[in-house]
């Protein structure tokens, strides 16, 4: 499976609309930092998906949105962008995949996304 990227990152910080932004900082256990929405999950969505539906990035409910990588393959797998780790549960009736942050990490817009790996490991340890 190819590595597929980050094309748009948006949150919705405390009585504010849906804001763009080049990068988030994802929380184990919470979500992206500044989102009011994200109850501890993180959103994806692929942008053909919303072409196809004529809706808006800013407009999907979704916090992240990507290209070239298939989403319901992620779906009780681990994948990672840059140093964020993250685990898919479920697709949603809307299409978006619903994940949760395994691992503490930054997200950028134009990040790979890295298709599954047989986590729950994060690093590898030294056997010396």
Avoid at 65 to 76: A, F, H, K, Q
Avoid at 88 to 106: F, I, K, N, Q
Avoid at 119 to 127: E, F, T
Wanted: aromatic share 8%; hydrophobic share 40%; net charge negative.
């Amino acid at each position: 499976m190819a590595n597929g990227r980050v094309v748009a990152i948006y949150i919705s910080p405390v009585g504010e609309s849906r804001t763009l932004v080049p990068e988030a900082h994802a929380y184990e256990g919470v979500g992206l930092k500044g989102d009011n929405s994200a109850v501890k999950v993180v959103t994806f969505v692929d942008y053909l998906l919303l072409r196809k539906k004529g809706i808006e990035y800013a407009n999907s409910g979704a916090n992240i949105v990507t290209e070239d990588i298939d989403l319901t393959s992620l779906v009780g797998e681990y994948f990672s962008i840059d140093d964020a780790k993250f685990k898919g549960l479920e697709l949603d009736p809307d299409g978006r995949l619903v994940a949760e942050v395994y691992s503490t990490g930054w997200i950028r817009t134009r990040d790979e996304v890295v298709p599954p790996y047989k986590g729950p490991l994060l690093s590898p340890r030294c056997m010396c």
